[in-house]
C-alpha cells in the first residue's frame, strides 16, 4: 500500500510566526496608507482599533480549528471535515484564489517600484526575476524560508520604530493626547468606511495554518502564532497612527493618494527617510512574495493528497528537500500571469477568496464544536456560537462592500471549480465501474 505523502515537521513557533508577519507585509501600512486615510476621514488609529476587534473574531475561530484540525488544508479542511466536503472543496477552490494571486500581487508590485527606480531596466525582467528567487528559496525549504523572512519582517519593524521616533521628536505641545482615541467630530459612518479597507491589512494571518503539518506541537504553537500576529500588527498599525494624528492634527493634503505613505514619511524625515523606506519596501514586497508562494504550495498539496487535485502532481514531496517542489514550480509559472494583469485585478481576487474562507471558517467553528459536539452550556454558547456568529456577520459586511466586478469574477472562478469538480467526480466513478467490470471478468 502505498504510503501516504507527508511533510517534515520543522518549524518552530517563532519561525511560523515570522512566516505569518511576511505574509502580511508590515509595510502594507504604507502601502495603503492614503486609501486607508481618505477613506476614514484621517481617522486611521480608531480605524485601525474598530479593524482590529472586527477580526478578531475570526482569528479566533482560526485557532478553534486548527486545534480541531492540525494539518495543512487551512479553510479547506476545516470546512471539509466540520460542515460538508463539497463545501469544503468551494471553500478550497475560492482560498486558491487568495494564495494564488498573492505571488502575483507580490512579483507585480516588485516590478512597479523597481523599474519606477531604475527605468533602464523593463519592468518584465525584475517579475521574472523575482520571481525566480521567490522560487528557489521555496525549493530550499519551509524553515529556510522562515529564516530568511525573519530578518526581512524585522527590518520593516525596524523601520516602523524609527518612523515612530521621529514622530515622538517632532510631537508639540499636547494639549489632549487622547484626541485620536476619543474623537467624535467624524461620523462613524465615516471611519467604519475606512475599516473596510483597513481590515484587508490584516490578511495573511490564516496563511499559517498551511504551515500546521510543518510545525512542532501545531494543536499549541498554531492558534498561539495566531494570536501573536494579530497582536503584533495591531501594534504596528495603532502605534504610528496615533504619533501621525498627534503630530499632524489637521487633515493633509495628499498630492497622490496611491503614494501618500512616501508622501508621509518624507513629511516625517525628509528624503533620506524616503530613500530608505523604498528600500524597505521592496524587501518587504520580497518576503511576502516567499510567503505567499508557501502558503499555496502547501494548500495545493493537501488537495492532492485528498485527490481533489491529481495527486501524482500535486501531492509530491521531493525526497531530498522535502517540499512539494512540483506545487511551487506550478506556482512560479502561475505568477508569470504579473506579467500581463493588472494590479487592481489581482488584488480583487485576493479579497474574495481570503473572505469567503472567513465566512466559512467561523462557520466551521459553530458546526464543529456547538452541534457536533454539542457543547452548549452557557460558555460553550458564548465560545462556540455567539463569538463566531458575530465573525461571520463581520466577514460579511465586508464582503457586502466588494465591489460588483471583485463579486463577478469570483462567482466566475467558483462555477468553474463546480465544473472541475463535476468533471473529475465523473471520470473517478467512470474509473471505479471500469475497475469493477474488470474484477468480475478475472472472477
Not at 473529475?424 to 472472477?443: D, E, I, V
Request: charged share 10%; with cysteine.
Amino acid at each position: 500500500m502505498r504510503e501516504e505523502a507527508k511533510l517534515p515537521r520543522t518549524l518552530s513557533l517563532t519561525q511560523v510566526v515570522f512566516l505569518g508577519l511576511a505574509w502580511m507585509t508590515p509595510m502594507i501600512y504604507f502601502s495603503i496608507y492614503g486609501i486607508a486615510y481618505d477613506s476614514s476621514s484621517g481617522m486611521l488609529t480608531q480605524a485601525y482599533l474598530l479593524a482590529f476587534v472586527a477580526i478578531l473574531f475570526t482569528a479566533y475561530s482560526y485557532g478553534l480549528m486548527s486545534v480541531a484540525h492540525p494539518t495543512s488544508g487551512s479553510a479547506y479542511t476545516y470546512v471539509k471535515k466540520s460542515v460538508h466536503p463539497y463545501l469544503g472543496f468551494l471553500v478550497g477552490w475560492a482560498l486558491l484564489l487568495d494564495y494564488l494571486f498573492s505571488p502575483i500581487i507580490a512579483c507585480l508590485t516588485f516590478g512597479i517600484y523597481m523599474h519606477a527606480q531604475f527605468p533602464v531596466i523593463p519592468e518584465y525582467a525584475w517579475i521574472i526575476g523575482i520571481n525566480l528567487v521567490i522560487t528557489l528559496v521555496n525549493v530550499k525549504g519551509a524553515s529556510f524560508s522562515a529564516n530568511l523572512s525573519k530578518w526581512f519582517v524585522l527590518l520593516q519593524i525596524g523601520f516602523i520604530a524609527l518612523f515612530c521616533a521621529l514622530l515622538i521628536r517632532n510631537l508639540p505641545t499636547l494639549h489632549d493626547p487622547l484626541a485620536p482615541l476619543l474623537q467624535t467630530t467624524i461620523p462613524i459612518a465615516s471611519i467604519l468606511s475606512g475599516v473596510s479597507i483597513i481590515c484587508f491589512s490584516f490578511l495573511g494571518f490564516d496563511s499559517i495554518t498551511t504551515m500546521a503539518e510543518e510545525t512542532k506541537n501545531a494543536k499549541k504553537n498554531i492558534p498561539r502564532a495566531i494570536g501573536i500576529i494579530i497582536i503584533i500588527a495591531s501594534i504596528l498599525y495603532v502605534t504610528p497612527s496615533y504619533l501621525t494624528q498627534l503630530v499632524f492634527p489637521k487633515a493633509i493634503a495628499f498630492a497622490d493618494i496611491d503614494a501618500a505613505g512616501l508622501q508621509i514619511v518624507k513629511m516625517v524625515g525628509g528624503a533620506a527617510l524616503g530613500t530608505v523606506f523604498i528600500a524597505v519596501l521592496l524587501f518587504a514586497i520580497f518576503t511576502q512574495g516567499v510567503s505567499s508562494v508557501a502558503s499555496v504550495s502547501r494548500l495545493m498539496f493537501v488537495m492532492g493528497r485528498e485527490r481533489i487535485l491529481p495527486p501524482r502532481c500535486f501531492a509530491y514531496v521531493h525526497p531530498k528537500l522535502k517540499t512539494p517542489v512540483v506545487n511551487i514550480l506550478i506556482v512560479a509559472i502561475v505568477s508569470l500571469l504579473s506579467l500581463v494583469i493588472q494590479l487592481d485585478l489581482a488584488v480583487k481576487f485576493v479579497n474574495f477568496g481570503a473572505l469567503t474562507a472567513f465566512f466559512f471558517v467561523n462557520v466551521s467553528v459553530v458546526s464543529h464544536y456547538y452541534a457536533r459536539e454539542r457543547r452548549r452550556s452557557f460558555s460553550g454558547t458564548l465560545l462556540y456560537l455567539i463569538l463566531p456568529t458575530l465573525g461571520a456577520g463581520i466577514v460579511g459586511w465586508l464582503f457586502l462592500l466588494l465591489s460588483k466586478d471583485a463579486l463577478m469574477m469570483g462567482l466566475a472562478w467558483l462555477l468553474a471549480g463546480i465544473v472541475y469538480n463535476a468533471r473529475n467526480t465523473a471520470f473517478a466513478k467512470g474509473l471505479l465501474a471500469r475497475r469493477k467490470l474488470q474484477a468480475r471478468k478475472g472472477a
